[in-house]
């Protein structure tokens, strides 16, 4: 475990500081995902090129090193679902919209580097059930505020008719994401042909319900 949070000095800064802790931070998610949680702040350290010191300055446990990794890793999926809220303004056509944001959903809930974390968090959940709440944070919780927004939005537009968004996004998920997470839990994926099949047809369904008339 590293130093108390309240006694912890704050994090270095500055240019060379924040090159550190990037590279800190792609060694751990290296480290992570090919040894998993048994690997050492000191193998991290040396991956990443600086000293145990050093990275206990910017992180000051394991736990708190891996969120930030998660918190990353799931970022750059975020980034993607703001892309495609952001294009909502100028979309017509709410079923390529729908299908859109799906396929960017499964191409991002299926990256094998985020798979491996998410096993990760999912095999250390009784020892560290903390990791588990860090990834809910950093990881599906953001997704499905995304999401909402997207549905809120097509509501605003009046082209979805969505009483219950909340219900809407595990339905969302239901139909076209979680599949491949459950094939994905035991080492599978889904037949390309059936994963395209499935997204159409999830759409489908989740318009048949709540396109507006």
């Keep these: 475990m590293g130093k108390d949070s309240s006694t912890r000095p704050a994090p270095p800064s500055g240019r060379r500081a924040e090159r550190n802790r990037q590279a800190i931070v792609a060694a751990a998610r290296e480290l992570f995902t090919r040894e998993g949680f048994e690997a050492g702040m000191d193998q991290i350290a040396a991956e990443a090129g600086v000293s145990k010191v050093t990275v206990y300055n910017h992180f000051g446990s394991k736990e708190e090193l891996f969120t930030e990794v998660v918190g990353q890793a799931m970022g750059e999926a975020h980034t993607t679902m703001a892309e495609l809220a952001a294009r909502l303004a100028g979309a017509d056509d709410v079923r390529e919209v729908l299908l859109d944001t799906a396929r960017a959903l499964v191409e991002a809930g299926t990256d094998p580097a985020r798979l491996a974390l998410r096993n990760l968090v999912t095999g250390e959940l009784r020892r560290f059930p903390e990791l588990g709440r860090a990834y809910q944070h950093s990881g599906p919780a953001r997704s499905a505020a995304a999401l909402g927004e997207v549905l809120t939005e097509l509501c ?20 076209t994401l979680y599949p491949h997470l459950i094939a994905a839990s035991i080492g599978g994926a889904l037949p390309a042909d059936l994963a395209d099949r499935l997204l159409r047809d999830g759409v489908e369904l989740f318009l048949q319900r709540y396109q507006a008339s």
């Design 156 to 175: 605003a537009r009046g082209r979805l008719d969505i009483a219950d968004v909340e219900v809407a996004v595990v339905q969302f998920f239901s139909l």
